[in-house]
């Protein structure tokens, strides 16, 4: 049996072809924490959890992955040198009690720190989402509040409609602009010492 999600909806798929859809809705507000780690389980679609509501992100265009190939290798380069470990979506963060996450990009820069479990991690370092275009304020407020709340000292936008990339670090319970980088600029990390990415190769990236 193999599992799809699609616009809020599970579709079940047996070998011999049939196949049966169920929907999301009805228990949306109802879903545990277990359930909802249970479903993801079993797909590699992108599904984030809040307070018993599901919420199926939607399929990753090309430019997309193809700025988060390069960022995602980029990071990797240098983060390995340090001994820490970079991963990319889908993967579940807890961003607190009854939530959690898929952040594009996620980093610890100690690959043995405990946060790091195999089924899902407990916080981040660094995060990185590219901005979809079907609902840019979910990257952009929504994530910004949600990371911020899960102590994760520096959180990267990327995005592709306004042409930058925005570094916030913590500052208390929020986050600070480090730095809104536009074309023809580097975008530097506050939290990784020396890290640093030409802002066009990321977007023009292919």
Request: proline share 4%.
């Amino acid at each position: 049996m193999t599992l799809e999600t699609r616009q809020g909806r599970l579709r079940l798929m047996w070998e011999e072809g049939d196949e049966l859809v169920l929907s999301l809705d009805p228990l949306q507000g109802y879903w545990t924490e277990e359930q909802y780690l249970l479903l993801t389980d079993q797909t590699n679609r992108l599904l984030e959890y809040t307070d018993g509501y599901i919420e199926v992100l939607p399929m990753p265009s090309d430019h997309h992955q193809a700025m988060l190939e390069w960022l995602f290798l980029a990071l990797k380069a240098y983060i390995e040198q340090i001994g820490g470990k970079v991963r990319f979506a889908p993967l579940r963060v807890l961003v607190r009690a009854g939530a959690y996450r898929e952040p594009d990009i996620l980093l610890v820069r100690d690959a043995q720190d405990p946060r790091r479990q195999n089924r899902f991690w407990l916080g981040a370092d660094l995060v990185v989402e590219v901005v979809s275009e079907d609902d840019p304020e979910r990257d952009t407020r929504v994530k910004r509040a949600d990371y911020a709340y899960a102590g994760i000292p520096e959180y990267w936008i990327v995005n592709p409609f306004d042409q930058t990339i925005t570094v916030l670090v913590l500052d208390g319970e929020t986050y600070a602009e480090h730095g809104v980088f536009g074309r023809g600029v580097q975008a530097e990390s506050k939290l990784l010492a020396g890290f640093s990415v030409r802002v066009d190769a990321v977007l023009d990236a292919e």
